[in-house]
Nanobody
Framework: QVQLVESGGGLVQPGGSLRISCKGAGATLDGYSIGWFRQAPGKEREGVSCTNIREGTYYSDSVKGRFTVSRDTEKNTVYLQMSSLKPEDTAVYYC?????????????????WGQGTQVTVSS
């Protein structure tokens, strides 16, 4: 069983950048598909990206070219680097872990979720 803790959220101006982290405990994240999801007030949860060692990384169309996922195996941490941020990127961002193949559509495939970190893009 893996525990996930997100950090690094905050307030950033439109066009700015922010990196949020997902640190794992209890198991190595290299053995899981790690998804990033976000949920804005009044909206459904949206899949942002998914990465695993075997398949690589997938991104939703809404963030492709602006967001980049990376991992630090030694720190057992996966990062979501967000650039060219827009007000519509404002949401609570969650990381999640699954022992299945990557998906940014089927949130129910993920068994482990972090508590979320707030990202607000505003001037």
């Amino acid at each position: 069983q893996v525990q996930l803790v997100e950090s690094g959220g905050g307030l950033v101006q439109p066009g700015g950048s922010l990196r949020i982290s997902c640190k794992g405990a209890g198991a190595t994240l290299d053995g899981y598909s790690i998804g990033w999801f976000r949920q804005a007030p009044g909206k459904e949860r949206e899949g942002v990206s998914c990465t695993n060692i075997r398949e690589g990384t997938y991104y939703s169309d809404s963030v492709k070219g602006r967001f980049t996922v990376s991992r630090d195996t030694e720190k057992n941490t996966v990062y979501l680097q967000m650039s060219s941020l827009k007000p519509e990127d404002t949401a609570v961002y969650y990381c999640a872990a699954s022992d299945r193949i990557c998906t940014i559509v089927v949130g129910t495939w993920y068994d482990y979720w972090g508590q979320g970190t707030q990202v607000t893009v505003s001037s």
